[in-house]
């Protein structure tokens, strides 16, 4: 199992959007991050900046984040939220949520 934290702006004039989208996410979505072996998967709020945090249970992360990107109603949904969102300047090239480093973990 590999650990994820993520980080990524939230438009301030979007924010109460995001927040009721995630109240109610499509169920095709959440099947399809599960079909892609992701778990324990939270997004957290804190002065326009999301954090993510997810577990990633798989063999082949590269094929499983191409699958997700792949499936029509995941494409949809992104469509929604990429607009809502702004990806922060240090990101690496390729990225939309920026990658984080694990410095610490206590199981």
Not at 37 to 58: R, V
Not at 61 to 78: C, H, I, L, P, S
Request: aromatic share 14%; net charge negative.
């Amino acid at each position: 199992m590999k650990r994820f934290g993520q980080i990524i702006g939230v438009k301030p004039e979007h924010f109460e959007e995001y927040k009721k989208y995630h109240a109610a996410v499509w169920p095709e979505v959440l099947e399809k991050i599960k079909e892609c072996n992701i778990q324990n998967y939270s997004i957290f709020h804190k002065d326009g900046q999301l954090f993510a945090y997810m577990e990633y249970t798989g063999d082949d992360f590269e094929a499983d984040m191409a699958k997700m990107a792949a499936d029509q109603k995941t494409r949809e949904w992104w469509d929604i939220m990429m607009p809502m969102q702004q990806p922060v300047k240090n990101r690496e090239k390729g990225e939309w949520w920026a990658n984080m480093e694990e410095v610490f973990h206590l199981d």
